[in-house]
């Protein structure tokens, strides 16, 4: 009996071990692949995670409800539009739940972004019925269309010494504002009349708006003129020698070499971009804006000053603009105005964007403006297209009543200390804007205390 036992002892044990190890050595695998898999998990929702400020998969609550909220993406999923088919297919890229790979791979390469692009248009184009309709775009169009996957044009004319623009000298602490202004070849005289008023750069100092005693702020000004090429034909003259020797001489001079044409203007954009993620990187703040437009530099300062100062300023700078704020507006479908896009180009609504005669940014923005560029295929309209990288960063602009891009409301602008209540108004020729720089100096201490516009009584909200 015991050593039948016995026998069957030893049985249980050699049949029992190895399957007992081969159970262990099953249960370590599977341990080891479910907390592989937890951490790859891990990783990828933090991927996602910090994608998701940039990202558009899930448009969450609007930060500022006194516009209108958009609809998930601002543009309509139709595959019928040009613009449209080619922005859904480098989205598609981007979702994380169709091609979940490719977001680890965009955040490693950035060379990846650029290739995409080109895909996309490749892919699109080839589409027998896209380019039937590419054919029967306006011609101004088409030319846009064909040069669209191009954006890294040289840089013709800059700054010496990689410095931010001009009045870099004698500056003890980071530079408060760039002045980076759209400007052509030929208009010398604009160009001037803003070096001579609102445009000056160095130390500016100012006295804050809305305080009881005047006390004084400041910051350091740059300035520099964002320049494509004049097409000669046109023009009928050269004006690129005289442009370079301008640049040497005021070093506040940024040529690109593409035409300087309507629909080529977010080029300036994208490129801008990046020439001040390379030179500016202390900057604070960037207003871009028209070489047509009166800035009143000291509330500009004063205003700036006031933004900084608020509480949580760190933050919102991540994703500061402000602006003449257009919510929802519809593409211009006249096919003679200027802002013509057609529907076979481009469907839905139009992000909110700030009207493009002047808009102030944070540095810190402006570069990730610069990175999410890359995803965004150029737009023929330069306002609506910085409005589309805003929306693809989740940021809106904020509205300012006192940047009139559409001018004065009727009676306004009569009375005596009407300049001192705006940041920025729209549409002055050079000698107006010496006469207006003059009259907002000697009138200075007159109106000293006045506040910013704060109500909006919008002349004209139908620009595109
Ligand atoms: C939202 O926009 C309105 C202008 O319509 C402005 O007065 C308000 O300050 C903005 N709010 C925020 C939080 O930006
Ligand atoms: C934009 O610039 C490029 C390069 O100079 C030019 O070939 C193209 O025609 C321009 N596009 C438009 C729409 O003017």
Redesign the pocket.
Known sequence: MARCYCRWRRVLICVCSPCICLILLFLYAGIMVCMDMNTKAQQMSSTIRSLENEHFVAWGSFKNKSFAPLPKTFWKLDEEAFWNRLQVTVDRHFNPILKPPKIEMGIRNNAFYDSLLRLSFSEVIDLENMRKKIEQLPR?MQ??V??MK?RN?PVIIQPADSTCGAGAADEKEPPLLLLAIKSTELNLQNRQAIRQTWGQVGWVGTHRKNSHRRQEVGGYIRRVFLI??ENPQGSGMDASELLQMEGQYYGDIVQW???D?F??LS?KDVHFWSWFSSRCSQTRFVFKGDDDVFVNLPNMIAYLHEQLEKPHAEQTMNEFMVGDVIGAAFPNRLCQSKYFVPDSFYKGLYPTYAGGGGVVYSGQLAKRLHDVSRRVHLF?IDDVFVGMCMARLNASPIHHPAFLTFDFPKMEEAEPCAYHTILLVHKRSPTQLIELWDNVSRTRNQCWNVPLRVSDQKVNASKV
Request: charged letters at 20%.
């Open positions: 101004q030319d846009f064909g040069h191009q044009y494509g090429k070499d593409f035409s044409t629909f080529n080029l023929p």
